[in-house]
């Protein structure tokens, strides 16, 4: 049962409802509670239909309406409910919907004739719980989802049930909001699910936990994100100082290699020196080179 985006005029606990053919549920679960503020016996009107005094007769048919002058003040008190329904229902109505009711005698026939209208007939309505019970079977909290979101969509599917006369069990809607938590909510829903208050939970209570948890989930996950970037940055450094490394160690064999190969050269009785000959040769810490031109 959505309710309208905005609210209109009328909103006082002084005035019914509005109802301008849009959010019927919202609306029917509105007027009827304003109604039974006013007078439960109101209510009994729209039930049943209005009160109708009869006379006794002493033959067939026994009993039959009273005519108008025949009222005492309880009947025309009785009457007057009738009427007084009547005011409530459509003195909030908009134009559009008052052409569905304006041929309507009571209170009764007014909130048929709407039902109908919005809700359709008994077959429709079928057919619209079945649909609904199928959605809410279905119904699954999404992964980037927020507690309050999941919350919304799942009420709003079990108020349209509702307004249309299926009304679930509290514990297994506490139940079914357990079953439909994502995987890392696992821990949370084992413990909830374990704990000796389960069958007293309300969906109220429930909900105020999973929200606890879920700010406590966003704080630690803020918490260890600072720690992450601080290592990626000591990884990236790492890595710099090794490849570094790694071409200095490069540098430092073909070095050698050189020096070994001119050594050799020098052993068999050379002493010419290959023009522009520079030799290099490491000193102190490892990758420090000295310049030697030999001549």
Partial sequence: ??????????????????????????????????????????????????????????????????????????????????????????????????????????????????????????QVKQSKIDMLTTEYELFRM???????????????????LHSLGKTIPRNNLVRKILSILPSPWESKVNAITESKELQKLTIEKLVGNLKTYEMKRKIDSERREPKKEKNLVLKADSNDLSEEYSDMTYLTKRFQKMVRRNGEMLKKGSSSKPKNYDLYHTYGKPGHLSKIVLS
């Fill in 1 to 122: 049962m959505a309710a309208p985006p905005k609210f209109e005029d009328g909103q006082s606990i002084y005035r019914p409802p509005k109802f301008n053919g849009q959010y019927y549920g919202w609306w029917k679960t509105r007027i009827h509670d304003f109604i039974m503020d006013e007078d439960s016996e109101l209510w009994d009107v729209i039930c049943n239909g209005p009160y109708v005094p009869t006379k006794v007769l002493e033959e067939l048919p026994f009993s039959m309406p009273k005519t108008s002058k025949e009222y005492i003040d309880a009947d025309r008190k009785a009457v007057g409910k009738n009427f007084r329904t009547k005011k409530i229902l459509v003195c909030r109505i908009g134009p559009e919907e008052y052409n569905r009711i304006s041929a309507c005698d009571t209170a009764k026939e007014i909130c048929e004739a709407l039902q109908i209208a919005h809700e359709g007939t008994t």
């Fill in 142 to 160: 999404k992964d980037d989802e927020s507690i309050q979101d999941m919350h919304t969509r799942f009420t709003s599917i079990i108020n349209e």
